[in-house]
């Protein structure tokens, strides 16, 4: 049976119609259009699919869609504001901490989620916050260390 | 190759600096557009259904109640994908491993497909097909395969490059033989030699998107596929073929790829995808499952190799000697030829010898997995050559020095090498901090080398001048590190112009000429040579424009700093004119201006790293964690230094990661038993350190600007490395990769045993 759900994505009222069983994953990318959110597994072992529910980081592949009914949803394109991009963002940009970038918006979202709760987190303390995100690519060296930058520039802001 | 693609030795403006990547902002946006996030009006869900056994024939389907089911659109078998290889063995296997005909040969293995209006429709559908196998017994394991008595997949397998013809079919489908000089000559010229056997287990490229693609064809035989693929001419080959169409007539457009590593070389669903459509007659997405990758895309090699090296007390070495066995899946690969060729390549060698043989096992096909076949050899051969060291009493990078292969060397695979890092990488290793800081309780130090070849092949760019004098670039390869910036910066350089006025966009195939696919780290190699070939051909069109604005003769015209200026006395003082003013003026000079190129990049200059890897071996649990890493490669020339770290560093994490955990584990009923994340672990944030690395640049002198390829050497070192630390740590020689804690535990415990052994005996 098709349900109808209303709640808030990035900061706007929005309602999708989505199936008992549909993840959130499936409702976002299929039903909502954000494309953003990257399906690498399907069973919460990629992060890939990472996003902010009402403050908390979750793998939206263990969500169902109707979970979000009433509540705040913040996905990667939510972060930027406008034309002005996040410092995570910017930083991930110029710290090279992307190469295929399949994995960053996931990697973004719990950077976020990280910083928000420590905004001077040690190289081991970001490393273990990121460790539910697979990136295949880099080798991590350069995300932790977009990471560490971003984190400076925010405290200095 | 030709004269102008030597290279000259010239100083670089825009080549080697760090600009921001232009497919950055769509990346960290969520606007980049993956093979999975391409939609198409009225488009159906495809899925696979896929054998549960890894070795069956295939008695009958029956897909009736699937066909009859509200919402299926097309049910498709092996006879919707008539064989239409015509002789062609390699295409065949391409095609039966795509949908199985006779026999299905691994878990995984497809046998029917359906294409419905929505994927729970999709999947209820997949249940109603009835497939009726007759099961056969199976072999998964590379030594068991080959042992007497072995299940024989194919009973016209006979060992090719063996004379006489065997008389018997086995699974050993090909035998690949490389070296020079007499072995057992040079072995009684060794005062030591030490002879082992090594296993590593397969691993998964382990990209983190799945193959995704959507096809459409149309009921006049033309058709359109969007995927996410290393390389689309080569997909759009392979399906037409397989699908009986005209090739021009199948247009393929890559959609960013998320990771490909090798295993987005081959097409798995792809023709499935267009024969629902073609079926279906509507546009079907098909998107692999994270399981299906596993269980049935391109994996690489598990492996059994003997080896046997002999060297002099004073650290020659005299003689090596290889046999290798690679698993290739159902079907003959070139795999263990490619470990043959590989095996001592770093080394200047009188006396060698490699022997690969291609074993058949019920697996998944083999496919690539970067710088494929060299990381298990590399394994071997410096494991060995660690041991060596130890046992004359030698350093073991001063054996290695000793040894090391160079300009003039004939290499054990065949070619005589030009200028070559192996030497260079070692030396910097020796003198970098990391070989002579402290270590701690429980920690090893060990090093390794590694090489790979790099490949060329064909290449062609176009480069457009836009109105406004900013330039478009559209290339064939497709980018998978950055390349990009990369060939943006060389138009850039080439050109004269900054690097923001250059956009480099990865065209369809109908925009293009063929291009082989990225692979062999060819991508920037190759189109980069075209993209210089492409600018210093527009740059000539520039010069005849300029000299027709300025009437002047063209000789008298010349390029520098992104204008073109007129020479010699009579001329020399008109002002420069711009690529902006000349392309303003092109509807009056002649119309648009572009530069084409289209050739075979040969040349590609081989590549060689050596890395340093500190190991912390918990000797409780025989967990072990790499503590410190760095990585010394040669670049030839490092077009965009920051991406070309990235390359070093990812590879040398996906080597860890296979060192130390990563193995795909087979039950004694042949199926896959961890087909997911959870429990075929990459490595993740928390598990590694930073990944220093140390770029060298020994100018390739087959290329205008010195590049070789980078993308893939950097996983051929770290078995060894970890190994080698490891041993060094604790006195015990791993020979089975990965060196996951139980095997660890296990072998401290012999070592352990071994020693109070020797305590009582004494």
Not at chain 2, 308 to 319: C, D, F, Q, S, Y
Not at chain 2, 404 to 419: D, F, I, L, Q, W
Request: proline share 5%.
């Amino acid at each position: 049976m098709t349900n109808l759900v209303n709640t808030n994505i990035n900061g706007d009222a929005v309602g999708f119609a989505c199936e008992a069983d549909e993840t959130l994953l499936d409702a976002l990318r299929n039903r909502v259009g954000l494309k953003g959110v990257k399906e690498g597994c399907g069973t919460g072992d990629c992060g890939a699919c990472s996003v902010i529910l009402d403050g908390t980081l979750v793998c939206s592949c263990l969500v169902l869609g109707m979970e979000v009914e009433g509540r705040t949803v913040e996905t990667v394109e939510g972060l930027s504001n406008g034309a002005e991009l996040h410092t995570l963002q910017s930083k991930f940009i110029e710290h090279a901490a992307l190469q295929c970038g399949i994995c960053t918006p996931g990697f973004l979202m719990a950077a976020k989620a990280l910083l928000k709760n420590n905004p001077d987190p040690s190289e081991e303390e970001i490393r273990y916050a990121l460790a539910g995100n697979l990136c295949r690519c880099t080798g991590y060296d350069k995300i932790v260390r977009a990471v560490q930058a971003t984190a400076a520039e925010l405290r200095e802001a | 190759m030709t004269a102008d693609t030597k290279f000259t030795g010239q100083t670089f403006k825009s080549v080697g600096t760090r600009p921001l990547r232009p497919d950055g902002i769509d990346k960290v946006t969520g606007r980049a557009r993956y093979g999975a996030d391409i939609d198409l009006p009225g488009q159906l869900v495809g899925s696979i259904l896929r054998s549960p056994h890894p070795h069956a024939a295939i008695r009958a389907i029956n897909t009736s109640k699937a066909e009859a089911l509200q919402g299926v659109k097309a049910v498709i078998t092996a006879a919707d994908l008539p064989d239409l290889t015509n002789g062609n063995k390699e295409l065949f296997d391409i095609l039966d491993n795509c949908m199985a005909r006779t026999h299905v040969y691994y878990d995984g293995h497809a046998v029917a497909a359906v294409a419905a209006v929505d994927a729970v429709t999709a999947r209820k559908a997949l249940k109603l097909i009835k497939v009726d196998y007759e099961i056969l017994p199976h072999v998964t394991d590379v030594d068991e395969a080959v042992a007497p008595g072995a299940p024989v997949l194919h009973k016209k397998c006979f060992t090719q490059g063996v004379e006489p013809k065997p008389k018997k079919p086995s699974n050993i489908a090909r035998r690949s033989e490389f070296g020079h000089g007499d072995v057992d000559a040079g072995f009684a010229k060794a005062d030591v030699i030490i002879e082992r056997t090594f296993r590593t287990e397969q691993t998964h490229q382990g990209y983190i998107e799945p193959h995704a693609c959507v096809a459409s064809i149309s009921p006049d035989g033309s058709g359109e596929l969007w995927v996410c693929t290393q390389g689309h001419f080569v997909f759009r080959q392979h399906c037409a073929e397989l699908l009986g169409m005209d090739v021009s007539k199948l247009r393929v457009t890559p959609t960013e790829i998320g990771g490909g590593f090798g295993g987005k070389t081959h097409v798995w669903a792809e023709p499935v995808a267009l024969a629902l459509s073609r079926k279906a007659n509507r546009p079907v997405k098909l998107v692999m499952s994270r399981d299906e990758v596993f269980r049935a895309s391109g994996p690489t090699s598990a492996t059994s190799i003997d080896i046997r090296i002999g060297v002099t007390k004073k650290g020659r070495i005299t003689a090596g000697d290889a046999t290798l066995r690679y698993t290739s899946g159902p079907y003959v690969g070139m795999w263990a030829e490619l470990g043959a060729m590989t095996s001592f390549a770093c080394y200047d060698m009188k006396h060698v010898r490699t022997v690969g043989l291609e074993v058949l096992v019920n697996r998944p096909k083999t496919t690539a997995y970067r710088a494929p076949s060299a990381p298990m050899a590399a394994f071997a051969v410096e494991s060995v050559i660690d041991e060596l060291a130890g046992r004359i009493g030698m350093d073991p990078v001063d054996l290695r020095i000793r040894n090391a292969a160079k300009k003039g060397t004939r290499s054990s695979y065949g070619p005589v090498y030009g200028p070559i890092g192996i030497g260079p990488t070692l030396k910097a290793a020796k003198e970098h901090p990391h070989m002579s800081a402290p270590l701690g309780e429980n920690q090893g130090r060990g090093m390794a080398c590694g090489f790979w070849f790099n490949f060329g092949g064909q290449t062609c760019t176009d480069l457009n001048i836009a109105p406004d004098g900013t330039v478009s670039l559209t290339v064939g390869t497709i980018d998978v590190g950055g390349a990009r910036a990369s060939l943006a910066l060389v138009a850039a350089e080439e050109l004269g112009i900054p690097y923001d006025q250059v956009r480099t966009v990865v065209g369809d195939t109908s925009t293009l000429g063929y291009n082989d696919m990225t692979d062999g780290s060819r991508g920037t190699f190759s189109s980069s040579m075209a993209t210089i070939m492409s600018a210093r051909n527009a740059i000539s069109i520039l010069k005849e424009r300029a000299a027709k604005m300025w009437d002047i003769p063209v000789e008298k015209v010349i390029w520098e700093d992104g204008c073109a200026k007129a020479v010699g006395k009579k001329h020399g003082n008109l002002a420069p004119l711009s690529l902006a003013e000349i392309a303003e003026a092109a509807p009056n000079t002649g119309g648009p201006i572009a530069g084409h190129n289209e050739l075979v990049a040969d040349g590609a200059g081989v590549s060689f790293a050596t890395h340093i890897c500190d190991v912390e071996v918990d000797p409780e649990t025989g967990r072990t964690q790499v503590v410190r890493y760095t990585v010394i490669q040669d670049a030839g020339k490092a077009v965009h230094p920051t991406y070309v770290e990235g390359q070093y560093q990812g590879g040398a994490a996906q080597g860890i990661g296979w060192a130390l955990n990563e193995e795909y584990v087979y039950g004694d009923d042949g199926r896959l038993q961890n087909a997911g994340f959870l429990d075929y672990r990459i490595p993740v944030c928390s598990d590694l350190p930073m990944i220093d690395t140390q770029i060298l640049e020994i100018p390739n002198p087959n290329h205008p600007y010195g590049i070789r390829g980078v993308g893939e050497t950097s996983i051929v070192p770290p078995l060894a490395a970890i190994g080698n630390a490891v041993s060094n740590a604790f006195g015990v020689r791993m020979t089975h990769v990965p060196m996951s804690a139980p095997r660890i535990l296990a072998a401290l415990d012999e070592a352990q045993a071994a020693a109070s052994e020797d305590v009582e005996t004494a």
